[in-house]
């Protein structure tokens, strides 16, 4: 989920008295840079510019500088906690001239509205984020050595091998992604005893940790309880490509060409250290800004080899849209290479395109799976005239069925698509900015790949300019 950026903190004695963790009974962390955490002890809080607030805007730098500093209100909004009849809420009233939401939804001037655990809070406009209300009476349990360092908030996404949640560290309240992953899901194979799952399990999160690319999310810290993984990682304020994707529609080409160049170095990075990713799809690629040209942040891969088949086919992918034919083939059994994660590619790119999946369940004349191992597809016209011969020409190198035959990364990269000079210096400087004085990673040991190549392909049909209806799944916005 996509929020404002979140900047770390070092808080000043004045600040330091607004932290009480001790006694309170919630907590606003900061979702946008200018503002600072408080914890909540009094039953009432007073929010706003004027220098009487309990909370008063002025007496952080970065905020009374800012542009819009004076269309806030004075005394901006209102906080308490209140018992009444059916519990104890916390209440927000909206006492500003230009406006607070929860959630993205104006309260409205002199209105009051209960305040949920893990609301957002926005100022002036509903993007303008601020805080993240935590109630330290309604949480879930999470072991001591998570919460000493990290304050944990919501869900904010979930997977195969558990749910995302937004943290901050404490005395920071820099934003983390906490995923967290239960060792209940890990499957015995090869004959390994049950206990000895979660020491190869360390192993893989150990080799995910020592990966240094700027578009493969930053392991930072890993606490391993008998039962749970929790693995702390780099938060991505613009979000999901998924939703990116949903929200316009589609991408415009240009955009789509810097974004996916990224892609493309990243999984080849991968694979150059023996990792396959095995589950790529949009929603597994973050995006660092809600720029339209942004560093993308390929993310939940390495654990997929300890998840057994039938739960990869089920649980990992739901429906098998981003799924290279060999798996579906083998029903989930067979030992694949790395021209998988080239199939989800160009699955991926075609959605990038189009604003819809290349396969779908919605085209009744053929089942889904069909469809697939068939590589059967089209670029209907009405869909396709905005897009360019050569980008067409490298989704269909990419989704081809015999794994064989199907395009490699190193030749993509050398597609005439993306063998292009502008989008090349456009996602070189996105990937090493200057100011971070960060040089391009050369390549490390590689490990040796965990698998053969598949032995099963099919015969490729593609149909092209087809009239097939619309082939996206539920969450994709409606065709013009």
Not at 252 to 277: C, D, N, P, R, W
Not at 415 to 431: F, G, N, P, S
Request: proline share 4%.
């Amino acid at each position: 989920m996509a929020t404002q950026e979140v900047t770390e903190f070092q808080f000043s004695d004045d600040e330091e008295s607004l932290i009480n963790k001790d006694t309170s009974w919630g907590q606003l962390l900061p979702l946008g840079m200018h503002f600072c955490a408080i914890d909540l002890v009094k039953e009432k809080y007073v929010f706003g510019r004027g220098d009487n607030c309990d909370y008063c805007f002025g007496n952080f730098g970065q905020l009374k500088n800012h542009p819009s500093f004076l269309s806030y209100s004075n005394n901006h909004f209102i906080l308490t906690r209140e018992k009444t009849s059916t519990g104890t809420f916390t209440f927000l009233e909206d006492i500003s001239s230009n406006g607070t939401f929860i959630n993205g939804v104006k309260v409205g001037k002199f209105k009051k509205q209960v305040l949920n655990n893990n609301d957002e809070i926005s100022f002036l406009h509903k993007k303008n984020k601020a805080f993240l209300y935590t109630d330290h009476t309604d949480g879930d349990q999470f072991p001591t050595e998570l919460t000493e360092n990290y304050t944990i908030s919501k869900m904010i996404g979930r997977g195969a091998c558990g749910e995302v949640r937004l943290a901050f560290t404490k005395g920071t309240c820099r934003a983390v992604a906490v995923k967290i992953v239960s060792k209940k899901k890990f499957s015995v194979k090869n004959g390994r005893k049950q206990n000895q799952i979660p020491n190869n399990v360390m192993n893989e999160v150990q080799v995910m940790k020592d990966l240094k690319h700027p578009c493969i999310i930053k392991v930072e810290e890993v606490i391993d309880t008998p039962d749970t993984l929790y693995i702390v990682l780099e938060y991505m304020k613009g979000g999901e490509l998924f939703d990116r994707v949903v929200t316009e529609g589609k991408l415009e080409e240009a955009s789509a060409k810097v974004l996916f160049y990224q892609m493309v170095v990243a999984v080849k990075y991968l694979h150059e250290q023996g990792i396959t990713h095995r589950d790529l799809k949009p929603e597994n690629v973050l995006l660092s800004s809600e720029e339209r040209e942004t560093v993308v942040k390929v993310t939940d891969f390495g654990l997929s080899k300890f998840v057994d088949a039938n739960t990869m086919l089920k649980t990992f992918c739901g429906t098998p849209t981003y799924l290279a034919p060999e798996i579906l083939l083998t029903v989930g059994s067979g030992k694949y290479t790395k021209a998988i994660d080239c199939w989800s590619l160009g699955v991926i790119l075609f959605i990038c395109l189009a604003g819809y999946p290349p396969f779908s369940d919605e085209y009744k004349d053929m089942p889904l799976p069909q469809q697939i191992v068939k590589g059967r597809y089209s670029f209907p016209r009405e869909h396709w005239k905005g897009v360019s011969e050569t980008a067409i020409d490298l989704i269909k190198k990419f989704l081809k069925v015999d794994p064989e035959k199907r395009i490699t990364l190193e030749q993509a990269l050398n597609h005439d698509w993306l063998k292009d000079e502008d989008t090349i210096a456009k996602a070189q400087r996105l990937m090493y900015p200057v100011s971070v004085n960060m040089l391009p990673p050369h390549n490390q040991k590689k490990r040796s790949h965990q698998s053969s190549s598949g032995e099963n392909s099919n015969d490729e049909t593609i149909v092209n300019g087809g009239e097939n209806p619309s082939s996206k799944r539920s969450k994709f916005p409606s065709m013009a």
